[in-house]
């Protein structure tokens, strides 16, 4: 899914650097839920004295922020995704891509209370072999 609004870094108390605008820059709109190794690894490419540090703190600001968010599907790594908006994710097992999934499962993703607990958040992760993945070769 694509968010292309701009996020301005003075809003969520984050000083402008040129390094902090390349990390945004490769985010938005980016719908391949990168990595922070990724990340790093591409903006390091543009920058090569930045520090994994700084990619790390970026990104765990923007999640506070509410700009981003930590995708809990991939096994191996946290992967981040610039679109905050509610849907369902596909992890492939055969190659680590996600895939974002429109369709509309009917499940109580709206439920505020089961149980007696306070539900915050309903994640709903498919995993399995992607079209990529399945196709013979
Ligand atoms: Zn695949
Ligand atoms: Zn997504």
Do not use: W
């Amino acid at each position: 899914m694509k968010d292309t609004t701009p996020i301005q870094l003075k809003e969520i108390g984050l000083k402008i650097t040129p390094q902090r605008q390349a990390i945004l820059k490769l985010l938005k709109g980016n719908e391949t839920h990168p990595s922070a190794e990724s990340i790093y690894s591409e903006i390091s490419k543009k920058f090569p004295g930045i520090s994994f540090a700084t990619v790390y703190n970026t990104l765990s600001k923007l999640i506070e922020a509410g700009e981003i968010r930590e995708l809990d599907i991939d096994p191996n790594k946290r992967r981040f995704d610039p679109c905050v908006a509610p849907h369902t994710h596909f992890y492939c097992q055969a190659c680590g891509n996600i895939f974002d999934i429109s369709h509309d499962f009917h499940l109580p993703l709206t439920i505020k209370r089961i149980d007696g607990h306070q539900v915050d958040v309903v994640q709903l992760n498919l995993k399995g072999v992607c079209k990529n993945c399945r196709k013979i070769p």
